[in-house]
């Protein structure tokens, strides 16, 4: 089950005896932001938004936008920002 409402990285494997995928909850509140970098340990990332929105801002300028229900498979090949507008 997921937290009604979380402020920061929750692990949702942590529990499990062998993991084979790392799961991860990543919470950004409204009007809040959070940076990434390259993890080349931490392997490709699926994002599913649950709740809210997500504004992802490239180093180039490119900006890419995920409503409820949207879906994103990538790596992370250089820093990068999510933000909740």
Do not use: Q
Not at 13 to 35: E, H, K, Q, S, Y
Not at 37 to 46: K, L, Q, R, V
Request: no cysteine.
């Amino acid at each position: 089950a997921l937290p009604r409402k979380a402020a920061a990285t929750i692990d949702l494997t942590r529990d499990l005896a062998d993991p084979l995928i790392r799961g991860r909850m990543i919470a950004v509140p409204p009007g809040g932001r959070r940076a990434f970098g390259p993890d080349p340990t931490a392997g490709p990332m699926f994002a599913y938004v649950v709740a809210g929105a997500i504004e992802m801002k490239f180093t180039d300028g490119n900006i890419g936008r995920l409503a409820v229900g949207d879906a994103v498979h990538l790596n992370v090949p250089e820093p990068m920002t999510w933000s909740n507008p």
